[in-house]
């Protein structure tokens, strides 16, 4: 068993620090979706501007505040606007590798999300486990409409004028929002 990213939020900037809060960080949860990072999860930060690298668990905050907040012991770690690397891992074995498909959010400086990408390991020609970056905006099953406030019934006439069945959609609806 390995561990490997499962998903990132790249060049987050700090937002505020609340040294006398429980501890953990306080993200968007809109954000904390589209890259797949859950409530009380462990995350690895690691702060670009100092070097800092600390383990804290998530909690959600306001949804659409694009919040980064470090609390407790951990706002002794950042400053505001520093920028992080949020990484969230799982432990796999190599043969799982091809199936998983990290989620990474990068950021302007406003913390509004500037891409959506993944990572990709496959076989090529030259190795049997080479990686790449895909934009993940391409529109595959596994991308498409995951941004968060999404009109539903937009997504349902977008994906059935791709030619998409009606119980490809509804599988798709399903699969990546609460209904």
Not at 57 to 63: C, L
Not at 94 to 104: A, F, G, N, S, V
Request: glycine share 6%; aromatic share 10%.
């Amino acid at each position: 068993m390995m561990k490997t990213i499962r998903a990132k939020l790249h060049g987050i900037r700090v937002t505020a620090a609340d040294l006398n809060y429980h501890g953990s960080i306080t993200l968007d949860p809109d954000q904390c979706a589209l890259a797949g990072i859950y409530p009380m999860e462990f995350v690895e930060i690691w702060n670009k501007n100092s070097g800092a690298r600390i383990s804290t668990y998530v909690i959600f905050g306001e949804p659409g505040s694009q919040c980064c907040i470090l609390n407790g012991a951990a706002a002794r770690t950042c400053q505001v606007g520093d920028e992080l690397i949020i990484a969230a891992s799982e432990y796999c074995g190599p043969e799982r590798l091809y199936d998983l498909k990290p989620r990474i959010l990068t950021f302007l400086p406003d913390n509004q999300v500037d891409q959506v990408l993944n990572y990709e390991v496959f076989a090529s020609e030259r190795r049997p486990y080479d990686f790449r970056i895909v934009d993940a905006g391409s529109h595959t099953l596994e991308s498409c409409h995951t941004w968060p406030n999404v009109d539903i019934a937009a997504v349902r006439a977008d994906l059935e004028a791709k030619g998409w069945s009606e119980a490809e959609v509804e599988t798709f609806i399903k699969a990546h929002f609460s209904l």
